[in-house]
């Protein structure tokens, strides 16, 4: 026996770095009672403010953000954590009658929600310190020859996902491809919105961006994070401008290059978060360019109409 209750869809907002994602999810929020859950990849880690551009702090004392700064910075973070962290959000959120949203572009967090993660074999340590001995590049080789479709998804010098996927394949006999296209999405009523820019614009707002990070300190910064653990060996290392950063304060790049190289490395991720984007059909994809914030707001909310999805819910 049972009786039924509304739930209220879920608002994403998604896109690739640089699309204008912050502004217009904290403007949504506002407009209507909500509250962000962040999918950034990397706004989990406490410190790494400048370089992940995160929300500010005047935006986050108007619009209630939940899972930024949550790590520390000599932290980890996975998807199944983020996944179980937004089944744990989401009731709350709805429990004071605000709108639940997800804001960002962590292509790996976001198909943990959207398109069902697979839950991990045991872990081998044994197995993950034999091949952290091995060059990267011979692991990335065998990714290719025993999980060819893992391959075209992970980044060639991305160590930890490429050691998983080959911890999955020789733990279980199974590529993780496989596992992972036999999960299952959240089960949510989600109603997904897409920003994107043209190319010349966007290529031209990063750029901007990264000369506004040096403006704003970030090489300051990561130095701070620095003596609090930030070293070459954690998960938080791996955001794009760090290692940057790291080699700015070694005195072995000029700033001109930081922005040089910065700018291209976020270009090469927008273009991989684009590819997997496309791939889902249920994104309403929205043209940002030459446009302000309010204008892309206003046209999300003219089509989206809340209608609450009824659920059985045991007496």
């Known amino acids: 026996m049972g009786r039924q209750r509304a739930r209220t869809p879920v608002l994403v907002v998604l896109g690739p770095t640089a699309s204008g994602k912050t ?18 990849s990397r706004a989990f880690f406490v410190g790494l403010d400048i370089v992940t551009d995160k929300p500010s702090l005047d935006d986050r004392g108007d619009v209630p953000h939940h899972l930024v700064d949550c790590v520390p910075i000599n932290g980890n973070y996975d998807a199944m954590a983020f996944r179980s962290d937004v089944v744990r959000l989401l009731p709350e959120i709805r429990s004071r009658h605000h709108q639940p949203m997800l804001a960002g572009g962590g292509t790996l967090y976001l198909g943990a929600i959207l398109r069902g993660i697979f839950e991990g074999a045991v872990k081998d340590e044994d197995l993950r310190s034999a091949m952290k001995e091995r060059p990267i590049a011979d692991l990335f080789s065998e990714l290719e020859s025993v999980d060819p479709t893992a391959a075209e998804r992970i980044h060639r010098n991305d160590r930890l996902r490429i050691t998983r996927a080959l911890e999955v394949f020789r733990t279980t006999g ?116 030459g446009r302000s914030v309010g204008d892309v707001t206003d046209e999300i909310l003219s089509e989206w109409t809340v209608k609450p999805k009824t659920t059985e819910v045991a007496l």
Not at 23 to 31: D, N, P, Q, T
Request: hydrophobic share 40%; net charge neutral; with cysteine.
């Open 174 to 289: 199974k590529p993780m491809s496989q596992w992972q296209s036999e999960a299952e999405p959240l089960h949510e009523d989600f109603h997904i919105v897409g920003l994107c820019r043209e190319r010349a614009e966007h290529r031209a707002l990063i750029e901007e961006r990264v000369r506004r990070m040096l403006d704003r300190g970030v090489i300051n910064e990561i130095a701070q994070l620095q003596t609090r653990g930030l070293t070459q060996d954690v998960q938080a290392y791996r955001t794009i401008g760090v290692p940057e950063a790291f080699e700015v304060l070694d005195g072995k790049l000029a700033t001109e290059e930081y922005v040089r190289i910065v700018s291209n490395r976020t270009w090469q991720l927008v273009r991989r978060q684009m590819a997997w984007f496309r791939r889902d059909e249920a994104v309403r994809w929205i043209r940002v360019t």
């Open 23 to 40: 502004a217009v999810a904290v403007e949504l929020a506002r407009c209507t009672n909500g509250e962000v859950i962040s999918a950034d």
